[in-house]
């Protein structure tokens, strides 16, 4: 798995895969904020769900910030 790397000029950011939450500035290998690091799951399936849930997290998100 590759690090999420933003680059919005500057020196970009790494944002963890699982949360989404910038990580540190500047392009790292890392993959996972500490939060997230901390509550890792083993397996591939439970690893997608926790992605999934943040992934529905972030669109509930979107889909509020969007309504106008
Ligand atoms: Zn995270």
Do not use: W
Request: charged share 25%; glycine share 8%; with cysteine.
């Amino acid at each position: 798995m590759k690090p999420i790397h933003k680059l919005n000029g500057g020196i970009g950011a790494t944002l963890c895969h699982l949360c989404s939450i910038i990580i540190t500035t500047g392009l790292t290998q890392n993959l996972y904020c500490d939060k997230c690091l901390s509550e890792r799951v083993k397996t591939d399936s439970e690893f997608k769900q926790i992605k999934e849930r943040a992934n529905n997290l972030m669109r509930l998100k979107n889909g509020f910030k969007d309504k106008q």
